[in-house]
């Protein structure tokens, strides 16, 4: 039985991306190669790195706008350096919402003066804030789309004229959203785009090159635009398999498509927990990501219960961050609905047996 992956990331694939993959491992283009083992700078994986950077921005609809797709590695928690080190000349304005806006802040304190314009750290970051304002004399707002570990998930974005920048990592491509308004975007692959191992970067060029300071060589964002983001070796199959899921969402209909079909996983995985009385959400309901819901059991000793039917049922993967505890389900492009059924399934069984 193929298993409800659940998993916050990495997390699932499409199939047929694991597919196509799995038979690039063995032969990569009908050349008896493994992809694994060609030079990264042979034109097959040269057309591959295009196509990619290429899909990435028409799937925002920022094709032809001043914006640059780079596939790097390090990971967001890199960019969280890297875009202080190209953007922050004295001043940046930080939103904090969850433990990677927390660490994102504490990378910008390097290099100038960070101001905390909005915190949700008093409550556990169950909430997003809101009412804050942005100063018109910082080099840029930074803010954090999605809370992974929380469960909480911004739904509007200010209007400011500095230049704004997003770690979109577990919610872009999961909706529709005014991507020109965002100077920067960053993103881990390993939620909606690809396995572990790369990070896409878009971002507007001119925003680039202001800061007096001398930028390290592969920290430095024009550096990998003007490579082609192959500076050095590029992460080779994590950019693949980013190809290919972009690939697959596009012919699936886009983004438009896919924010239905996440809407409805997340309202029928919500109305569940909010009707079943032995569960309950643990972020508040206008700020729940539909990506990752949160939720725990109103009674705890049900706890070995719940998790032997999960098990049962062959959900995998909705155990809450270790920091927080209680159960996540997270919800990313790939997982069918009919999985999000089978949860609900199984917490209605749980609520007959009582």
């Given at each position: ?14 199939e047929d991306v694991l597919k196509k993959a799995s038979e690039a491992v063995l032969n990569f ?61 004295k001043k940046a304005a930080y939103l904090n919402t969850g433990t990677w806006a927390d660490n ?215 155990d809450g961050h270790r920091s927080v505890g209680g159960y996540r389900a997270s919800m990313y ?22």
């Open positions: 039985m193929k298993k409800h992956n659940f998993s916050a990331g990495p997390c699932i694939l499409p283009n009908g050349d008896n190669l493994s992809l694994l083992e060609i030079s990264h700078r042979s034109k097959p994986f040269v057309d591959v790195m295009e196509k990619a950077r290429s899909l990435a921005l028409e799937l925002l609809g920022l094709e032809n706008k001043g914006y640059k797709a780079l596939f790097l590695q390090g990971g967001a928690s890199l960019e969280f350096l890297m875009v202080a080190y190209n953007l922050l000349q994102a802040i504490k990378e910008a304190k390097a290099f100038g003066e960070v101001l905390v314009v909005g915190s949700s750290k008093d409550k556990g970051f169950n909430y997003i804030p809101k009412g804050y304002s942005i100063p018109e004399d910082v080099d840029y707002f930074h803010c954090t789309s999605n809370n992974t570990i929380v469960g909480t998930q911004m739904k509007t974005f200010p209007k400011t004229n500095v230049s704004l920048v997003c770690d979109m990592s577990s919610d872009i491509f999961s909706r529709q959203l005014d991507f020109e308004k965002f100077d920067l975007i960053y993103a881990g692959a390993q939620k909606n785009m690809g396995p572990a191992g790369t990070t896409l970067i878009i971002v507007k060029e001119e925003i680039l090159g202001k800061v007096e300071r001398h930028i390290p060589t592969m920290l430095d964002y024009q550096v990998h635009i003007d490579k082609d983001s192959m500076a050095n070796t590029p992460s080779v199959f994590a950019v693949y398999v980013s190809m290919l899921t972009l690939q697959w969402l596009k012919d699936l209909g886009g983004i438009p498509f896919i924010e239905e079909v996440n809407n409805k996983k997340a309202a029928l995985l919500y109305t569940e927990i909010d009707r079943n009385s032995l569960f309950k959400g643990v972020v508040a309901k206008e700020d729940r990501s539909t990506m990752n819901a949160t939720f725990v059991l109103t009674d705890e000793n049900l706890t070995a219960t719940f998790d032997k039917m999960c098990k049962q049922a062959g959900i995998n993967g909705i492009n790939a997982l069918p609905l009919y999985s999000v059924q089978v949860l609900v399934d199984v917490m209605q069984e749980l609520e007959r047996t009582i």
